[in-house]
């Protein structure tokens, strides 16, 4: 059980589309805003968790052109959100926005992020430590997920607060830019490595 504690840690904390654009709500508009993102981002990743788990997520993206439609969806807002973040400049963009987003932002990037497909169907098909009791196993799972994700994502959320607070020379806010795009180019990459 410790060690799937572990993986979910590592799987949750590295930089993925669900903690990048919290940190970049919370640098933009602020804890409230940031608060409802995350409960939006928290259901979100629940639904594919238990799609995942009942086997439905498996029976949808078996269909060649739906898995397709949203590896292409996914691929290229990711692609664009690394972009965006790249092309910053000297100001600190996680992820710029016009308005707060709220719940419903958060249920819809984690319908089409592939980092949640991906970390849920390796922790749920993965890191067996009850193979006699899977239902009860899937239930201790869920609530070690949850236990670790919430805290993460807002550690999240509150360097974005922290960043946008600072003020950071030009140079130093660029770099900063230039690694978070380098991250999400990382799990674009990986997701193309793993079609192969």
Do not use: C
Not at 161 to 181: E, K, T, Y
Not at 183 to 189: F, I, P, R
Request: without cysteine; aromatic residues 10%; charged residues 10%.
């Amino acid at each position: 059980m410790l060690t799937f504690a572990a993986a979910v840690f590592f799987l949750i904390v590295t930089p993925g589309p669900g903690v990048l654009s919290t940190a970049g709500v919370g640098s933009a508009f602020g804890a409230r805003a940031g608060t409802r993102y995350v409960a939006g981002l928290f259901i979100g990743t629940n639904i594919v968790a238990l799609g995942v788990i009942s086997g439905v997520a498996a029976v949808l993206l078996a269909w060649p052109p739906l898995r397709v439609a949203l590896f292409l969806a996914s691929t290229g807002y990711l692609l664009y959100l690394a972009l965006r973040i790249a092309t910053a400049g000297t100001r600190i963009a996680i992820i710029p926005a016009t308005r707060a987003p709220g719940i419903r932002d958060g249920l819809a990037l984690q319908a089409i992020n592939p980092k949640a497909y991906a970390v849920n169907t390796a922790l749920f098909a993965g890191f067996t430590f009850l193979p006699d009791a899977p239902a009860t196993e899937a239930v201790l799972k869920l609530l070690i997920v949850n236990a670790i994700w919430l805290p993460i994502h807002f550690a999240w959320l509150g360097l974005g607060i922290w960043l946008r607070s600072l003020d950071l020379s030009g140079g130093a806010q660029r770099a900063i830019n230039l690694a978070m795009a380098g991250s999400m180019l990382l799990v674009v990459g990986l997701a193309l490595w793993s079609l192969v």
